[in-house]
């Protein structure tokens, strides 16, 4: 039998995952690879919450996609225009087909600052920023320099979001940054989110919202954001209530991508695709699988979730070659350092049925979770080089699988 061809849309954190974890597994004879994405840089993205402090650089975070391919993988830099599933083909930007045995849609999610009102109009970039993109990172350090006090707001438009707890992280961080320059005291601090708490999970959002309310930060909540007034520094929600601000960060609308849009039976009204919870295969066909930001699983979009999917998806389209059955074992498995400042960090660990609780992980004398402590901090800086020489090239972590340990958590009662 010949080799079967697999193509991957996407190389980023879960396409690069996939791609060398199933080129791990099958030989050349068994399978062809392909990896389509329309650049070639690849941003480790949790690193862009350092950029606007000047804790990192954005030449630090970038690397080539290509060279995080292991040998054997067919890479094209190219777009993707839509997916044929009736004829088991990618139409790519450059009008060429690429026919595939098996598709891995991972394309991420997108964002679009240019739905909400004003966003992207007077004053972006100049008072009103994102850091979810290099170019934004690199201006809101710029800004963050000159800043010398006044009202700073951090917003999130609406859910999802890529890694939900990023925009608390970055309040955190700017009140420790504004501590170091001596300006804190002549700055006011506000989050707004349309959450009802500090985030989307009652332990955690107790727990973080307290922490919030230690260090001064005002947290609005309920607040959905539906207009920008970058000229007079004014946030308004659909409600009719208003921000003002000197400075504000937002983290824009998300979606999935525009291809999925035009490839009839792949996507949902968002864009993103409807994905099996536990095997990670899509009901569109039985041959076509999704993984990461761009699937529509109700877990956070967050590189954690990637890597556990990746896991199990990688088993599961090896087995459907094969012909065997699927494996169900996909739990929802999260987990994330938050960084809260002062060189501190918690972590949260959670899955579709268990909240994020107290305790350790990832054995009960593990890394403390829902606690600020300097090892979480040093944790989630180390996390950047197991990325790249772990995670990416799709090696094994003795000790952390792609399901939640139970051991070591404490449920509320006895918290
Ligand atoms: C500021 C920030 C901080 C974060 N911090 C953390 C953290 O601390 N911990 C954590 O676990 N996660 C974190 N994340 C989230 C994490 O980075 C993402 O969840 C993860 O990268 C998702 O992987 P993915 O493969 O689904 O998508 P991506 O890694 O975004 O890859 C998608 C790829 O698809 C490509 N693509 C899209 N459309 C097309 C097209 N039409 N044609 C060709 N190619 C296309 C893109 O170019 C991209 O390379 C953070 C994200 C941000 C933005």
Redesign the pocket.
Known sequence: MSARRIVI?????????VANRLRRRLGPEDAEIHV????D?????????FVPFGLAHVDEIVRP?RRQLLPGIVFHE????AVALDREVVRL?DGSDLPYDVLVV?????LQPEETEGLTGPGWNERVFT???APG?EALRRALEWFDGGRLVVNLVDMPI??P??PL??VFLTDWYLHERGIRADTELVFATPLDGAFTKPVASEHLGALLEEKGIELVTEFNAGEVDGTGGVLGSFDGRTLDFDLLVTVPLHGG???VERSPGLGDVLGFVPTDPRTLQTPAAANVFA?????DLPT????????FEAEILSDNVVRHLRGDELVARYDGH????VETGFHKALLIDFNYDTEPLPGHYPYAFGLPLLRESRLNHLG?LA?QWIYWHALLPGREIPGIGPTMPAAGKRPPAHA
């Open positions: 849309l996407g190389g980023g954190t879960g396409g690069t995952m389509v994405d329309r650049d840089r690849h941003v480790y993205q949790p690193g862009l919450l996609r190219v777009g993707v225009d930007a991972a394309t991420g999610a997108r850091f979810y993109t990172a890529k890694c707890v990023a992280e970055f991508a525009p291809f993984l990461g930001d761009a699937t956070s979009k967050a590189g954690s979730v990637t890597h999260a987990n994330c350092f989630k996390f």
